[in-house]
DNA sequence: GTCTATATTTCGATAGAC
DNA sequence: GTCTATCGAAATATAGAC
């Protein structure tokens, strides 16, 4: 224990995040990992063996987050609208106050592919029977037939996107921080706004 | 000219992008861009100065093109539903047809911000512009009050980010390269579909 | 556990012969 | 224009004293 009421590994994963949150692996720094932590160089690989490990704790740690609390909405036995309205509010708050992670896990991914195998055996993670689970209950509930892949991404992209192309809003239109904030927060009832508005379009068809 | 009738100067260039798209900046490496183009690694450093020159080629050919159909479509004399689906078309197929640029761009945008001031001057682009456009546009015709921010980063978030989320969907969902070449080609008209029932939705407030 | 010093590797860039 | 050889600057990683 020492600064902060952290132990010193502490204070490096806590630093690594910062650092390789916001610059991936390829642009991350093990000495700005050390001086955000204020440590040695030395220091953090004492605790993490070499910059590969430390990035994996750190990446497992994010993407658990998000998988975790993905599987808890759509597993639970809410009506399918509720359920979407959980899982839009609780993402777009979640990334609102996480704004970096969408970036750090795709360009994770996308550097790093195979990052995830182990990770999802071990989570017990089966995305096929999510998507298999959305599909049923909207076509009982909602008299619908709906492809629950494409339907999936369309929630995924609106909701993860804005985040991602934060550098694209701030340099090419311009807006300040607050202003990108405020849009975040808006997004909040405009994205479950406008997706339930498009089911209720699917919803039109075969009913008339 | 020479081998496949291009001058040395394109083949390396060609081979910029091809490194540049799959790795970003911080990812590529000098050498295998001269591999790739069939040269040694002096000859890259003599057509272009240096890195930063050359990736700065290869990225403002790749955002210009796709800034610069959007403006043609939006600054056109269609009417707004029009608008929409030949934008969607444009872009999903361009996209498909190359679908390593998204990441490329966002992620330069990402570790060089500033990338683009000059740029959109160059190309006299005014987002906030073809924004109001919309607005305007919608209103008249549609006669319905929209975001059109929100709108216009909807219909990038559904086009783009499946590309983006690509190592996802081929290592979490498990999908081929070919099942994941048939989900892109789907999208070309569930993602309009999708767009155009939302749009409906909100027309049937205001009207009854 | 923590530090200083240093080894090792990788990579962008240049010098100079042809 | 094109090549070989090499420099010099990071950046990761380790050795070893305290």
Redesign the interface.
């Known amino acids: 224990m020492d600064k902060n009421n952290q132990t010193t590994e502490e204070r490096i994963l806590a630093a690594s995040k910062k650092v390789f949150h916001t610059r991936?692996f390829?642009?991350a720094r093990m000495q700005e990992i050390a001086n955000e932590a204020g440590v040695n160089k030395s220091l953090v690989h004492y605790y993490f063996r070499n910059k590969e490990s430390l990035f994996k704790s750190v990446f497992e740690d994010a993407f658990g987050q998000l998988l975790t609390k993905m599987n808890e909405v759509f597993f639970s036995d809410l009506p399918i609208i509720a359920k979407i309205e959980t899982f839009l509010h609780f993402y777009l708050d979640f990334l609102a106050m996480n704004s970096y992670l969408p970036?750090f896990i795709?360009?994770g991914?996308?550097?790093r592919?195979?990052?995830?195998?182990e990770l999802?055996d071990r989570m017990q993670?089966s995305?096929?029977r999510l998507?298999n689970r959305i599909h049923d209950q909207v076509k009982e509930e909602l008299n619908i037939e709906i492809?629950p892949?494409?339907f999936f991404?369309?929630m995924?992209?609106?909701s993860?996107?804005?985040f991602?192309?934060r550098?694209?809003?701030?340099?090419?239109?311009?807006y300040s921080p607050e202003m990108l904030g405020q849009?975040y927060e808006?997004?909040k009832t405009?994205?479950p706004e406008?997706?339930?508005?498009?089911?209720?379009?699917?919803e039109n068809y075969p009913s008339k």
């Open positions: 991936g390829d642009g970036w795709l360009n991914l996308h550097e592919p195979g990052q995830l195998k999802m993670m995305p096929q998507i492809d892949l494409h991404i369309n995924l992209s609106l993860i996107f804005p991602l192309a550098p694209l809003i701030l340099s090419v239109l311009g849009f808006e997004r405009k994205v406008f997706i339930l508005n498009a089911l209720k379009g699917y």
